[in-house]
């Protein structure tokens, strides 16, 4: 047999990764245990776990990696990045404690993957500690373990921390600063991403397509139309109009400062819109009362192969149902529930919802409805004393978000289920008095659970902070952050 160098071996692992190609990087992997001698060579070995954990069969980089005798800061670092990559936190984090056992020390790749694998958990906990070995180990002056510590901290809500790791930061780039545009935005603090971006442009930076996507989101939060219009003729003169995620910035910008117009000639322009573009444009019509033109943009899309993500489901429905075509309000709830089977027969599915809460460092999951917990009892009695006083300060259920055949009274039951609703009441009973309730949400906070949580951040005389995945949502004396938009 015609051998192979370890190094063009190597290399094809690499192509098996940049093609996506598992059938490659096995057959790879065959032919380098039929040529090469054990031990295998250190770096093939990277290769090996680098190609399997990247392409998500963990099970075998684990097993490649076991197999490996000198296990480098290299080796486990792929094999956390690779988790991290395919949304397996925990694992992430798992390992890198194992890597510790070994005494392997991180480095300037590690780093950024253990802050993300903390964010996307949102363990702000697990994060100082991380950012704390950055610091012992003297990586946190790096500019990307840096602008990774600040993402943390400002995706897990914490902002005096985010301002403090920004402002220490020794130098800062453009991934820095879009960082901290687009967490400003997120965080319901569209005002203060405005000022960065001048900031960031008279400093003598160079925006990319991410910072003018952040930007426009701003200028959408503040309903800034002059402003945005001004940034859209730099982008022009940037020379990124054609590109597709600017362009998807600019439909749903217009969109939102009622300019449908805009929103449908810049649309028009893309060249192959993606599925950001055809939600963008249907939101910007269902947010417009436009919605027949929504359902006709849906149809189109669905000509054209795209397939129908939750989202874009969502807004279809509400423009359906804001016509008549399902009249849902009018007690139809056959055609509902055909058009729910329909969408079910064609693989069309919404993800189910959960919702989260940290408390003493342990994670309580809930989903709707949701009577699993051992302090249940606590959690319902909680959630009674809540609808009773939400009630008598004037708080009515939107009934219209329980897609199913109920009695009214029944559809108030339905909707103070969810699993944000049962999360907030077990905090309120698990936290100490005036400690804010921080939860997390796998999906969008529908608009009862958002109405409702203003009501209670004003009656517990307490902050209430939901990181959906959008946004954050701050309710606190009765407002929220959003200022009802998200």
């Keep these: 047999m015609h051998l192979l160098p370890p190094n063009l071996l190597g290399s094809l692992l690499e192509s098996a990764v940049s093609t996506n190609s598992s059938i490659l990087g096995r057959a790879v992997h065959a032919l380098i245990i039929k040529t090469l001698d054990n031990p295998l060579p250190s770096f093939l070995c990277n290769h090996l776990v680098n190609m399997y954990s990247k392409l998500d069969h963990l099970d075998s980089a684990q097993y490649v990696l076991s197999q490996t005798d000198s296990r480098t800061v290299v080796t486990w670092t792929s094999l956390i990045s690779g988790c991290v990559q395919n949304g397996h936190f925990a694992a992430a984090l798992l390992h890198f404690s194992n890597m510790r056992r070994e005494c ?29 070995l950055a610091v012992k180990a003297g990586q946190i002056r790096d500019v990307f373990v840096g602008c990774s510590a ?47 971006f001048k900031e960031f442009v008279q400093v003598g930076g160079d925006p990319n397509a991410i910072t003018f996507c952040a930007f426009l989101n701003a200028c959408s939060d503040t309903s800034n139309l002059k402003l945005g219009c001004q940034l859209h003729a730099f982008v ?10 600017v362009s998807n910035g600019l439909v749903d910008f217009y969109g939102k400062c009622r300019d449908t117009v805009s929103s449908k000639m810049i649309f028009d322009r893309i060249g192959s819109p993606n599925h950001v573009s055809w939600c963008s444009m249907l939101a910007a019509f269902v947010q417009n009362s436009e919605e027949e033109r929504a359902c006709v943009v849906f149809l189109k899309a669905r000509e054209e192969g795209v397939e129908p993500t939750d989202f874009m489901v969502s807004i279809v429905l509400s423009a359906c149902a804001e016509i008549g075509r399902l009249e849902l309000a009018a007690g139809r709830w056959e055609e509902a529930t055909l058009v729910r089977k329909g969408m079910k027969d064609d693989g069309i599915k919404k993800g189910a919802g959960y919702s989260w809460i940290t408390v003493k460092n342990t994670v309580h999951v809930f989903q709707a409805k949701d009577s699993s917990h051992e302090r249940n009892s606590e959690i319902q009695s909680m959630l009674a004393k809540l609808r009773q006083e939400m009630k008598k300060a004037g708080y009515v259920p939107d009934t219209n978000l329980s897609l199913f055949d109920l009695e009214e009274e029944e559809k108030d039951s339905e909707v ?71």
């Design 104 to 132: 392997v020390q991180p480095n300037d790749f590690t780093f950024p993957c253990l802050f993300k694998a903390s964010a996307s958990l949102r363990m702000s906990v697990t994060g100082k500690q991380v950012h704390a």
């Design 236 to 245: 022009i003169r940037s020379g990124y109009e054609e590109n597709v995620s």
């Design 416 to 486: 103070w289920y969810h699993s944000e609703k049962i999360a907030l009441a077990f905090g309120l009973i698990a936290l100490p008095p005036g400690v804010p309730v921080r939860i997390t949400k796998n999906l969008r906070i529908c608009g009862d659970c958002h109405s409702a949580f203003k009501f209670i951040s004003g009656i517990v005389n307490r902050e209430i902070i939901v990181r959906d995945n959008n946004r954050f949502h701050r309710f606190k004396d009765g407002g929220c952050s959003c200022r009802d938009y998200w």
């Design 150 to 196: 600040f993402d943390m901290y400002s995706k897990s809500g914490l902002r005096v921390e985010a301002r403090k790791m920004f402002d220490e930061m020794p130098e800062r780039n453009s991934a820095t600063w879009n960082a901290y545009i687009s967490n400003a935005v997120l965080d319901g603090r569209p005002q203060n991403a405005i000022y960065a």
